[in-house]
């Protein structure tokens, strides 16, 4: 099979989350632990971290790598969903798994694969298990695809966990209560393994205590550190004042990296003290070159300034409650706002809608995945909560459309799925080019 047909028969040999949502979500380890017997076990082979969290796992994962690239570590890195190409999921100092490496793999494992039935994500995890092994990597940040408990990933054995934070998404899997959701999450945490808590509650902060006392790890909350001092967000880079590691400039932009980089400068304390090759240099380098590095795409990203258009992935209404603001501040600045936006069934879309400003236009879409909502239903949602929109068959088209009425003192957003952003991406391919992956 050529790359193309490899990819075509993954996605639909396999049940693909992105396709058709929960269909594809698979309970319970027992094919994850027959992938990787299989394979020898790779996951021992290099040092790891894990990350949960409903919000910022992407982020604080992909920032976690750049700092052990700039620290000079061989450093593997994977994520989910992709945008574009579905190499994104697999890197290795920023740079995505070869395509003929993809093609053998399952050329060659097929046989053995193909009567378990496993998952899209499970076959994609043991693949890049063992690229990782295979490329002799020093370290590998590995980023949970659901919940945490019973997720594929949650077989490593790390050096650190770490929970972003808790909020409401995929309730039908991981339960309909904050402590519910927690307590999934909470499923990382290992013996003997301490564990950084990004943001907590009342409701998920006793949760997170009574597991890592049960599993006998340290707990770490950088919600009670002091390290973080002042913030700022800006339109281009954020800028963050520390305690001990003085400023820092953020290449990631938005409101919502200010409680990713408590997170971050917490995990970087506990990492630096086993490990004196980190340094606070590798950290400034790390945070301020993180999308250089890493690839990462699609947060609060500025594409283009005159007008100005920015893309978001964020997709549920604790992520959106960080966007809607952003927009209602630029709506404040420029002088009309547009926005492209799509959602899929499976989210809690009014929620979002409810958090939206009036005054913009809204440009309703439906992405191309089947569980994508249709524009009509969007604009139907929408006028329920006051917002003025038309509708458009396609996210390319509601972008054309949108540019078509955009001053070049207008603004345009794009988001609200990270289907929307890799239908756009897609379609307006010098907007996708993927950035350089050297140090500056």
Known sequence: M???????????????????????????????????????HPHGRYVT???A??????????????????????????TSPHLVDFRERIRVNGEMIPEQYVVDFVARERAFFEPLHPSFFELTTAMAFQYFADCQVDVAIIEVGLGGRLDCTNIIRP??????????????????????????????????????IGEANAETRPVFETHARDCG??????????????????????VYHTRHYGEITGQLTGACQIRNARTLLTAFRLLAAQDSRLQPAHLAVGFAQVCDLTGLRGRWETLSTSPLVVCDTGHNPAGWEYIARQLASLAADKRQGHAVLGFCQDKDVDAILRLLPSGIIYHWARASVPRALSGEE???????????????????????GAMAEAGAEDFIFIGGSNFVVADLFTAYPSLSAQRPTTLR
């Open 378 to 400: 969007l604009l139907h949602r929408g006028q329920a909560c006051h917002l003025t929109g038309k509708t458009y068959p396609s996210v390319a088209a509601a972008y054309a």
């Open 53 to 78: 969290g409903t919000n910022g796992k992407g982020s604080c994962s992909s920032t976690l790598a750049a700092i052990y690239q700039a620290a000079g570590y061989k450093t593997g890195l994977y």
């Open 217 to 238: 790890c340290d707990i770490h909350f950088a919600e009670d550190e002091d390290e973080l001092l002042a913030a700022h967000s800006g339109s281009s880079y954020n």
């Open 2 to 40: 050529t790359y193309d047909e490899t990819i075509q028969y993954l996605f639909y040999a396999t049940p693909l989350f992105q396709h058709v949502g929960g269909a594809a979500y698979k309970e319970g380890l027992s094919n994850t632990h027959l992938l990787d017997a299989h394979f020898g």
């Open 49 to 51: 971290l894990h990350v």
């Open 159 to 196: 050096l650190l966990s770490i929970i972003t934070n808790v909020s409401f998404d995929h309730t039908q899997f991981l339960g309909h209560t904050l402590t519910a959701i927690a307590g999934e999450k909470a499923g990382i945490m290992k013996k003997g393994i301490p564990v950084v």
